[in-house]
């Protein structure tokens, strides 16, 4: 989707980051160029986006790793189709970066001078249950953890994995999990060039509210939104400037967040389903019901109306507005506009993380997984959190 295009549905003309990445542009080319670069978690929204900018810096070789073998036959489209080839090598494997199949590629291709890591589990919903709650921690926290020691040991030059708002100050498991992950790469990263990015909501991308707003349009189905939450949306393209500034110009140890005061970024569902739904010739017919917004669908849309569900959120695990730093979290200043940074270096010692892992993979590996044995390992980790737990999920939703 074309970034001209997010912005309308957001409603907002600024574009946030040009200048800071139009200034780090040159020098980032000149690295990129030469090295050898893999992107875990390629075939997702922000990774596809950060692979196909990376792509047009032409670098030495570039490998995309994604269990989404579907999504890698449509990213190798879009890269062929819209910038064609270059001299470096580009090659994708539909492999679990957990896998020993992954650390055997990654051995035999000599390692890579810069990772990247775009693999997670990013939904509240995932929590619903110990069996996907446990894959989220794997993914996460395990899958991280192992990639960062085999990063390591074949002497990479640079480790990013992503975050998300929803680690500082978290209310939810989700959230809980990138906490616990900023703190194990926080560990790493006096031995090894270390950087993160937090952002909140990337507007439209896969399986996202504003992503199934689309499909449910398409398959001629009301659209629902809560009315009583705002978020920070980024763009794809906002989103992948900010990870690979992250990338190539944080400190080690630090992570990068976007300046959103007085940038005009937070926002409403209900009113960017109006917009939608503005462009598409439609008007939002606001309905008291699931059931009435469903049965409502065929006369409603006759006479360019679209039936849509607003609700007040009440599920487990949602912040009414999202904060991108935790209360303890102390701001460090860069020479970028719309960039600030905080500082995970040296917050948890080599002994803490190899304790936390030895029990986080012990419950892993335990015949009887439950919710609260998962929570109060990561609880014992990261410290205490705010956990909001409602006994309703968003399964139960539209």
């Not at 439209?204 to 949306?233: C, E, H, T, W």
């Not at 959103?260 to 389903?273: E, V």
Request: charge should be positive.
């Amino acid at each position: 989707m074309k970034d001209d295009y997010v912005l309308q549905m957001l409603g907002r003309k600024n574009k946030l980051l040009d200048k800071d990445y139009l200034s780090s542009i040159e020098d980032i080319r000149k690295v990129v160029k030469k090295s050898k670069i893999i992107i875990l978690g390629g075939a997702g929204s922000i990774g596809s986006q950060v692979l196909y900018e990376i792509f047009k810096m032409e670098p030495l070789l570039i490998h995309v790793v994604d269990i989404n073998e579907n999504g890698l036959v449509e990213v190798v489209r879009n890269i062929r189709s819209s910038l064609g080839y270059i001299k470096g090598e580009f090659q994708t494997f539909a492999i679990d970066i957990g896998d020993k199949n992954f650390h055997k590629m990654v051995n035999k291709n000599g390692g890579y001078d810069i990772w990247m890591n775009f693999s997670a589990l990013k939904h509240v919903r995932s929590e619903r249950d110990p069996y996907t709650l446990m894959r989220l921690v794997e993914v996460n926290i395990i899958n991280t953890y192992k990639t960062l020691i085999l990063a390591k040991n074949t002497k990479a030059l640079k480790y990013f994995s992503v975050s998300t708002d929803k680690a500082a100050n978290p209310v939810n498991l989700m959230g809980a999990s990138k906490r616990a992950m900023e703190l194990i790469l926080g560990e790493f990263s006096g031995s090894l060039d270390i950087s993160s990015a937090r952002f909140g909501n990337v507007a439209f991308s896969n399986g996202s509210l504003l992503d199934g707003m689309i499909n449910r349009y398409n398959s001629k189905q009301p659209l629902v939104a809560p009315i009583d939450i705002k978020r920070y949306f980024l763009t794809p393209l906002e989103a992948a400037k900010l990870s690979i500034l992250s990338v190539f110009k944080a400190t080690s140890g630090d992570i990068f967040i976007p300046i959103t005061k007085d940038k005009g970024i937070k926002q409403d569902f209900p009113s960017i389903i109006k917009n939608f739904l503005y462009h598409k010739n439609h008007t939002m017919s606001v309905m008291v019901s699931e059931e009435s917004a469903r049965n409502s669908i065929e006369e409603l849309t006759k006479n360019s109306k679209w039936p849509c569900y607003v609700f007040k959120s009440d599920t487990t695990g949602e912040k009414s507005e999202e904060v991108f730093i935790a209360d303890s979290e102390i701001i460090k200043k860069t020479r970028y506009e719309d960039i600030v940074a905080i500082e995970i270096k040296g917050l948890k010692t080599k002994k803490q993380i190899e304790v936390f892992m030895e029990e986080i993979i012990a419950v892993k590996n335990s015949d009887d997984i439950t919710i609260k044995k998962i929570k109060n390992v990561i609880e014992n980790f990261i410290g205490h959190f705010n956990h909001k737990e409602t006994g309703k999920s968003l399964e139960e939703k539209m």
